[in-house]
């Protein structure tokens, strides 16, 4: 089993910037696909940003293409996701998750095995 921690959320306007860190520990080499999700408030999980933990290959949603970054630090057992130009529609709770190997990366919320608990984002007009 796999524990997720993330952290970094927070308050910010339109045009600000925020990275959100999720800390793995436990049964870590099995989390091949590391994932950021969020759900907004009567909306459904979203996929945000994936990457491949050993190879680092990286996957995101169209509409943070170009604003968001997800990168990871193996020494740590950390994925970041760095987010800017956010936009009140970035705004909800972001969840970090892990999925064991898929052929293709992942990007249902029904594919990740283990979650952090939730930080959450708001941006404001």
């Known amino acids: 089993q796999v524990q997720l921690v993330e952290s970094g959320g927070g308050l910010v306007r339109t045009g600000g910037s925020l990275r959100l860190s999720c800390t793995a520990s436990?049964?870590?080499?099995?989390?091949?696909?590391m994932g950021w999700f969020r759900q907004a408030p009567g909306k459904e999980r979203e996929f945000v940003a994936g990457?491949?933990?050993?190879?680092?290959?990286?996957f995101y949603l169209d509409s943070v293409k170009g604003r968001f970054t997800i990168t990871r630090e193996n020494a740590e057992n950390t994925v970041y996701l760095q987010m800017n130009s956010l936009k009140p529609e970035d705004t909800a709770v972001y969840y970090c998750?892990?999925?064991?190997?898929?052929?293709?990366?992942?990007?249902?919320?029904?594919?990740?095995?283990?979650w952090g608990q939730g930080t959450q984002v708001t941006v404001s007009s």
């Open positions: 436990g049964r870590t080499f099995s989390s091949y696909n």
């Open positions: 990457i491949r933990w050993t190879v680092g290959d990286t």
């Open positions: 998750a892990s999925a064991r190997a898929y052929l293709v990366f992942p990007r249902v919320a029904s594919q990740y095995e283990s």
